[in-house]
């Protein structure tokens, strides 16, 4: 179609005026179109695990299928998932405080329950406050509910982690909610126990909102990171938000869940009844068995998190080679944070990088000013062993090619 007649038959609504591509999507897509061309990627950007959704889930699904789980479910998910993922906190946080299935929602995805968050609780003249980096659809999804999304930067001497001081400078009479997201996608880090306690008695105080995105909570290096929901004295304005993508290797199956007040649960079941209804009847199924089928997760969950932290290792270690590389030490999640300001000091150094990177050295990586910190590269780890230590290594090469 000629440009004038595409222009004159589209033009884009106030509601999405402002809105951009998912960046991180963006450099997997590139990177998969070079593959088909014939070159030889080794494909760093990926924000999924590389490992298959474990047998005993697949099977399930195969069985959900012929049991007849074809059919719309309710809304909000089928109880019996709710039910499991109420007794998951229960075992996890002893019962106290108990949440029910009716303060849970199940969606297409942890990006979805993000997104119905942020839209039935944000909207115009509301300012929210998102430690930076942050995964890049946080902003994208509080301007999409017509709020203002404020990055607070954080400490480069401390992982890039915002205290609650930081946090309530930023902070106006317009602000309403914090997103918060530990382990960190992109830089690795983890709230401490002591960190999380601050910034939520800080919300508390405020009357804030604090949606807490526990996506990555499984794969942690140091211990089990510590969850709001061990550290929140109530749940009245908390927003826990899960899903089984990361730490089950379930990214295609799509399903996520919020842990809300009621009321905000109702909301979002309303929001998602008129946009998607129910997440994918056979997906739920599959979580269900993911979640309840204990023994089988434990083993599954553990030898994939082992694995990461084997890479981890390796990774850190041959960082050694480039002491000029600063990075975020990574302690969850499967990111690896560099720093590569001196690659162009005076403009988008992260971007100069890896674009230097994937067409000279065939390696992708997701530029840093997708996080709205451009100094930066985001590497993954979620790739096989051996193209990880080959990409770090071209990763080195490449810095001190620019970097003499
Ligand atoms: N939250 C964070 C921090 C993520 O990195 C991602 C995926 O990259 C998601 C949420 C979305 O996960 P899901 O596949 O459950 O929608």
Redesign the pocket.
Known sequence: MPEAIAARTFAPSLNIAKLKESA?LAVSARAKALRAAGRNIVDLGA??PDFDTPVYIRRAAQRAIDAGATRYTATEGILPLRQAIADRVALDYHGEDAVSPADIIVST????S?FNTCFVLFGPDDEVLIPTPS?T?YYEMVTLARATAVPVMGDAGHGLKVSAAMLEAAATARTRGVML?SPS?PTGAVYSRAELEEIVALCDERGWWLIS?E??RDISYSGRATSVLDVAQNRDRLVVVD?V??AYAM?GW?I?WAIAPRAVTKAMSALQSHTTSNATSVSQHAALAALTDRAAAEEAVSTMVCEFQARRDLLVASMAREPRLQYVYPDGAFYLYLNVAAVQPDGDAGAAFATHLLERHDVAVVPGAAFLTPDWIRLSYAAPRESVMDGVGRVITAFGELVP
């Open positions: 991180t924000g999924e995805g942890s990006k979805q993000l995964w659809s997201n996608n995105d996506i990555y899903g993508a990361k990214t799509r996520g």
